[in-house]
């Protein structure tokens, strides 16, 4: 029992420190530019058709998922180009780019850089040739006849309306006009109170993320006092547990209510403060369930991943891409932090780069399924292309271990 509140208390520290407070950050300075530019940088995309592939696996890049998830009801309004969707999606690494940025900057930068160019030269060609689209259209549509995939709308042809997309009305979006569902004497304040003090924990949790990168991410035992391991320790568990509140309780009673959407613009500071404390909760829950899955499971089964992976040989980076496949940032945050234990290789790490969307295939899956469907096969396809490749290629031409390449 000891052993496993050690592993529990370990996680909330971790996960908020090691990642939370860094997705905060970056999560609000997206959030500022957007509230600065009042929509601007979504009307620079819609208006530069050449560039827009570009601009979508820039957005892509971004640690998280929402700058993807912006590209998104664009493609559904008919404004961007199927490519520009595939190059978002493709460089999209979702809430995992948080886990490795803070444990594995080094294998980061290269995964990232790698992923980004292989997404956006997949998006032009897309655009420009096509691609095959056509035959991945007509093997979507022999598994649901009265499907209409539209992978191939946009080819060839420059930006234009989708047919498939004419809703009759107002296109949608994910911007939300209405607020808080619920509304009471108790809870509207205490959630409010909530919000501040979880920014004042975020700060902190940032010196100390920084203090722990610069040390070289060294082993932090579990402590109490105003020390490094103190402060650490309780740092970490109050902003976990001040995420989890905010996202099972506060998000009802502060802000929009909603989670994992995108917003055109905001309407004050505080709403953009709110909205990137609300998102950062959010995925405050996804890093802690990854952390406790992997711990977990490696605590009472006893498996070696490590071994597993190098019994698998070209195998893993294929398992890489086939982990990307699956919807969310869950299982990502997973292959992540495994990563990070130094039981992954970097083929593995980058093929599920280039193949996960996180969570901004979500509103695509929504709206349109199919074109979600043609989609993740094209990011498919260049992951394992690229991670059998550095399977091969990465040790013997660039004299690098695939093994805790880049692991602080």
């Known amino acids: 029992m000891n052993e496993l509140l050690t592993v529990l208390l370990e996680s909330l520290r971790d996960g908020y420190v090691q990642v939370s407070a860094f997705v905060a950050v970056t999560v609000l300075a997206f959030g500022l530019l957007q509230y ?10 819609e208006d530069n058709e050449r560039l827009q592939v570009l601009f979508g696996g820039l957005l892509g890049l971004t640690p998280g998922c929402g700058g993807a998830i912006v590209v998104m009801p664009l493609y559904l309004r008919g404004t961007v180009s ?4 595939v190059a978002t999606l493709g460089a999209t690494a979702g809430d995992s780019a948080f886990v490795i940025l803070a444990l594995a900057p080094e294998a980061a930068l290269y995964a990232y850089a790698i992923a980004f160019v292989a997404s956006v030269a997949t998006g032009y060609l897309v655009d420009s040739v096509g691609l095959g689209v056509s035959r991945i259209d007509d093997a979507v549509a022999r598994l649901s006849p009265d499907a209409t995939p539209d992978g191939g709308t946009v080819v060839n042809g420059g930006v234009g309306p989708n047919p498939t997309h004419d809703y009759g009305g107002p296109a949608p979006t994910h911007a939300h006009e209405t607020g808080p569902d619920r509304h009471s004497r108790v809870l509207t304040p205490l959630s409010h109170l909530a919000h501040v003090a979880w920014w004042g924990i975020a700060v902190a949790g940032l010196v100390l993320g920084s203090l722990y990168l610069l040390r070289g991410g060294p082993e932090v035992p ?11 320790t309780v740092v970490g568990i109050v902003g976990s547990a001040l995420s989890l509140y905010l996202y099972a309780i506060g998000r009802h009673y502060v802000g929009e209510g909603e989670i994992a959407r995108a917003r055109d613009s905001f309407g004050s500071v505080y709403d953009t403060l709110t909205h990137a404390a609300m998102e950062t909760s959010f995925v405050t829950v996804w890093v802690l369930a990854a952390f406790l899955l992997y ?10 991943v490590a071994s597993l992976a190098a019994a698998a040989g070209v195998l893993a980076p294929i398992g890489g891409a086939a982990v990307g496949l699956i919807p969310g940032c869950g299982p990502q945050i997973v292959l992540a932090s495994v990563y990070a234990g130094g039981e992954l290789p970097f083929s593995a790490l980058t093929a599920n780069a280039i193949c996960q969307d996180g969570d901004a295939l979500f509103p ?5 399924a199919k074109a979600a469907i043609v989609a993740s096969i094209y990011n498919f396809l260049p992951a394992v292309v690229v991670g059998v490749a550095l399977h091969f290629l990465w040790g013997p031409v660039f004299g690098m271990a695939e093994y805790g390449f880049g692991v602080l």
Request: proline fraction near 0%; charge should be negative; hydrophobic fraction near 60%.
């Open 82 to 85: 199927f490519g520009t969707v």
């Open 364 to 368: 695509l899956l929504a709206v349109d």
């Open 36 to 45: 600065w530019t009042d929509g601007a940088v979504i009307g620079a995309i």
């Open 222 to 232: 579990l402590a109490l006092g105003v020390g490094f391991e103190g402060l650490f």
């Open 295 to 304: 711990e977990y499971g490696v605590l009472l089964t006893g498996v070696n």
